[in-house]
């Protein structure tokens, strides 16, 4: 591991300090929005790259559901 990518894990266990009250989504976009990976997202919350980008792609759709006591966004189906 070189020193560069040994500063950014140390910048993200600090901004992960910062966000432990956190919903592990809300964890993944921040990460992601600072331009960490998914598989190096999924590293650092101890998950799988498929688990982050599923929630990535939940929070960017509006589709997600109510999970671990969290309230989240449902998409709403047309009536009829």
Same mark, same amino acid.
């Given at each position: 591991? *070189?020193?560069?990518?040994?500063?950014?894990?140390?910048? $993200?266990?600090? !901004?992960?300090?910062?966000? #432990?009250?956190?919903? %592990?989504?809300?964890?993944?976009?921040?990460? *992601?929005?600072?331009?960490?990976?998914?598989?190096?997202? $999924?590293?650092? !919350?101890?998950?799988?790259? #498929?688990?982050?980008? %599923?929630?990535?792609?939940?929070?960017?759709?509006?589709?997600?559901?109510?999970?671990?006591?969290?309230?989240?966004?449902?998409?709403?189906?047309?009536?009829?």
């Amino acid at each position: 591991m *070189n020193s560069e990518s040994k500063i950014e894990r140390l910048l $993200a266990m600090i !901004l992960l300090q910062d966000l #432990k009250d956190d919903s %592990q989504t809300k964890k993944a976009k921040t990460l *992601n929005a600072v331009g960490f990976s998914n598989p190096d997202i $999924a590293e650092l !919350l101890g998950t799988t790259p #498929k688990v982050i980008a %599923q929630q990535l792609y939940a929070a960017r759709s509006g589709t997600e559901s109510k999970v671990s006591g969290k309230t989240r966004k449902l998409r709403q189906s047309p009536k009829e």
